[in-house]
């Protein structure tokens, strides 16, 4: 493998079962627990850098609305994050993880996207970004790296990984058909 930018995003088909993708949409899909999208360390809502969906289904308080059924999704998840972590550092081992930051379920309509942006953070040392695909009924929305030099979609149940430093810029483009869902954690 060629040690270039592009190489250090690692593409995992099959993370996620079906199973797991409908149960996630299943329980979430029409729940309360869903709020606007926030921006930067002080969580402000900013439509024109980030306009979509976003619910924090490992917080307790989500959890605990259904926690047989919510519990389950999380373990499960964290299982799926686990073999995700460890596959990234088979090919990646000087990438040293310990562990994930919980997971948030993102929703973009139509029109909704997400301005380039790195996912590195002063509050929380993120080392790598991971999002599961959860739906596929959805056109445009694709992952967008380096200005636009490389877009990838992301497929039903497939994990998408890369540094989340500000090596990585990336965006998700406008979504235009369908309502795209995905799972995203970060590793430290």
């Not at 409908?22 to 930067?40: D, F, H, M, P, R």
């Not at 997971?103 to 380039?116: A, D, F, H, M, N």
């Not at 999002?131 to 967008?144: A, N, P, R, T």
């Not at 030099?149 to 497939?158: E, P, V």
């Amino acid at each position: 493998m060629a040690n270039t930018l592009d190489s250090h995003i690692l593409n995992i088909k099959n993370v996620l079962s079906e199973e797991l993708c409908s149960s996630i949409l299943e329980e979430y899909e029409n729940s309360e627990v869903w709020v606007q999208a926030t921006v930067g360390s002080d969580a402000t809502v900013d439509k024109s850098v980030r306009s979509l969906r976003t619910a924090s289904i490992s917080e307790k308080s989500v959890v605990e609305k259904n926690p047989v059924v919510r519990s389950s999704i999380d373990s499960s998840l964290f299982e799926a994050a686990g073999k995700a972590m460890k596959e990234y550092s088979s090919v990646f081992p000087h990438c040293r993880l310990s562990e994930d930051c919980g997971y948030s379920l993102l929703r973009y309509g139509i029109g909704e996207y997400y301005k380039e942006h790195v996912d590195a953070s002063s509050s929380i040392p993120r080392t790598l970004s991971c999002s599961f695909g959860i739906s596929d009924e959805y056109e445009g929305g694709e992952f967008s790296f380096f200005d636009r030099s490389l877009t990838l979609r992301l497929n039903k149940g497939d994990a998408l990984l890369f540094p989340s430093n500000f090596m990585y810029p990336h965006q998700i483009l406008p979504v235009t058909k369908g309502v795209r869902h995905s799972v995203v954690t970060w590793f430290i």
